[in-house]
């Protein structure tokens, strides 16, 4: 059973710095699966933030783009959302997500989530 732990929540002011962690765990080959990190605040729609494939490539919604950066510690299982100049509409409850097919690139299908780690932006 694949199971995706995160940390690295808390406030921040506007901004300021984040970097949030996922860890994965019951998985053999982390690096050839897509990870992701999605975010839902109140009263709105869960949203991807930023995802990465087998081959580093990364993807971000285009309010984070040139703030925010995904990364893989391979060694540790681990994937990383480095969050800077943060506003307080990044405040949300973020979410670290899997698939369970190694090798895709597009049209994920993201099946395995985290339990989510809150940030809070105060402006």
């Known amino acids: 059973q694949v199971l995706l732990t995160e940390s690295g929540g808390g406030s921040a002011q506007a901004g300021g710095s984040l970097r949030l962690s996922c860890r994965t765990s019951?998985?053999?080959?982390?690096?050839?699966?897509?990870m992701a990190w999605f975010r839902q605040a109140p009263g709105k729609e869960r949203e991807f933030v930023a995802g990465v494939v087998w081959n580093d490539d990364a993807t971000y919604r285009d309010s984070v783009k040139g703030r925010f950066t995904i990364s893989r510690e391979k060694d540790k299982n681990t994937v990383h959302l480095q969050m800077n100049s943060l506003k307080a509409e990044d405040t949300a409850v973020y979410y670290c997500?899997?698939?369970?097919?190694?090798?895709?690139?597009?049209?994920?299908?993201?099946?395995?989530w985290g339990r989510g780690t809150r940030v809070t932006v105060s402006s």
């Open positions: 997500a899997t698939s369970a097919v190694k090798y895709q690139i597009q049209n994920i299908t993201y099946d395995t």
């Open positions: 019951g998985r053999a080959w982390f690096s050839l699966y897509p």
